[in-house]
């Protein structure tokens, strides 16, 4: 199915409002930083601050009235946060944004506690944010990302995307990652891709180095060329580390036997 029409009824050709709705893959865009939403304690936040302990991103668009395929891609967030080491809110923030204008901070408090739950303690230092802001402001967020949506009076529900967006530190989009499942490897990959390299483990570096991003597939392959390169080095270094062994065995027992 369609994700993007998931609660739509099907049929020969989509009706254009319907049609309109999507991901782009606006790869390298800048959110705007000076977004005003509130969060679901009734607080201002902006958008800037979202990124100023240096991490990387997982952006999702939905809203909290969804009947079904925002609380899909909220499942399949929560499924891919328990596999990850470490916790949300210290290597990564996730920040959920309703694009339902009608939505409150009361019902984003009793959509967050539903999946923040799900997860147990996965989350610290308030790492998974759920807001929700007037239809212009969050609209610049959409945008910006390539989230389109549109809302369909007749069903009185939004036809969306299925999807999340990774951002970087600096707030630029960096990964897309379709679906309303994301396999475990992707979800690391995608956050690791976003992050500073400064703050990645060489484990990471060698893993990045081994797979990268098919858009045809949309998800992480390995890579045969780098395979084999990081084989070729591995290789090196154990004969190099042989024939050195071997050489300094050589002297002691030429200097044990005179």
Known sequence: MNPVTANIPSGNQLPADVASAGISENIGAQVPLNVILTDSEGNKVISKDWFKDGRPVVLVMAYYSCPMLCNMVLTGVADAVKTMPGNVGEKYRIITVSIDPSDTPESARKFSSKYIGAV?????????????????????????????????????????????????????????????????????????????????????RIMMFCYAYDSHSQGYALVAVNIMKLGG??????????????????????????
């Open 120 to 204: 147990g303690n996965k989350v610290k230092n308030n790492g998974w944010e759920f807001l929700v802001g007037s239809e212009s402001e969050v609209k610049r967020i959409g945008d910006a990302v390539g989230f389109r949506y549109k809302y369909i009076p007749r069903n009185k529900e939004y036809a969306h995307g299925a999807g999340i967006m990774v951002l970087t530190p600096d707030g630029k989009l960096s990964r897309c990652l379709y679906g309303i499942e994301y396999k475990p490897r992707d979800f690391k990959l995608a956050i690791l891709e976003a992050s500073d390299r400064r703050l990645v483990s060489t484990t990471e």
């Open 233 to 258: 080095i591995v290789t090196v270094i154990v004969l190099g580390g042989a024939i050195i062994w071997l050489n300094f065995k050589y002297k002691d027992r030429k200097k044990y036997h005179g």
